[in-house]
């Protein structure tokens, strides 16, 4: 679902500015689900204000308002008005592990390789 702006007054973004805009939106999740909070692919594509830690978490557990830290890496003055939709809210369920401490790893035909060692 989309998030939108819950801003008393217009929020000018500079370019290179970080800031925390309010959705006006709290959730209560069940247990073994979270909330990913993602950036819309237009105002990155256009503007270059994407959410800063796409995909942010919100755990079940957070009963606070929902709030998005936008970045603006674009070249011009951004300006976020009551309303707009300024990022996207997946819900997900997850897996709770428990781990086991072991010496050694089970082998696999990959080992250690990693950063492009499988290929282009």
């Given at each position: 679902?989309?998030?939108?702006?819950?801003?008393?007054?217009?929020?000018?973004?500079?370019?290179?500015?970080?800031?925390?805009?309010?959705?006006?939106?709290?959730?209560?999740?069940?247990?073994?689900?979270?909330?990913?909070?993602?950036?819309?692919?237009?105002?990155?594509l256009r503007y270059?204000?994407?959410?800063?830690?796409?995909?942010?978490?919100?755990?079940?557990?957070?009963?606070?308002?929902?709030?998005?830290?936008?970045?603006?890496?674009?070249?011009?003055?951004?300006?976020?008005?009551?309303?707009?939709?300024?990022?996207?809210?997946?819900?997900?369920?997850?897996?709770?592990?428990?781990?086991?401490?072991?010496?050694?790893?089970?082998?696999?035909?990959?080992?250690?390789?990693?950063?492009?060692?499988?290929?282009?």
């Amino acid at each position: 679902m989309d998030l939108y702006a819950a801003v008393s007054t217009p929020l000018t973004i500079q370019p290179g500015d970080i800031v925390l805009v309010p959705t006006g939106v709290a959730i209560a999740l069940p247990d073994g689900y979270e909330a990913q909070v993602r950036s819309r692919s237009g105002l990155a594509l256009r503007y270059g204000i994407f959410a800063l830690n796409a995909p942010g978490t919100i755990d079940s557990d957070y009963r606070g308002e929902i709030k998005v830290i936008l970045a603006h890496i674009g070249k011009d003055i951004f300006v976020v008005e009551r309303g707009a939709r300024i990022a996207q809210l997946v819900i997900a369920r997850y897996e709770k592990v428990r781990w086991e401490e072991v010496v050694q790893l089970p082998p696999t035909s990959r080992g250690e390789g990693g950063f492009g060692s499988t290929g282009v």
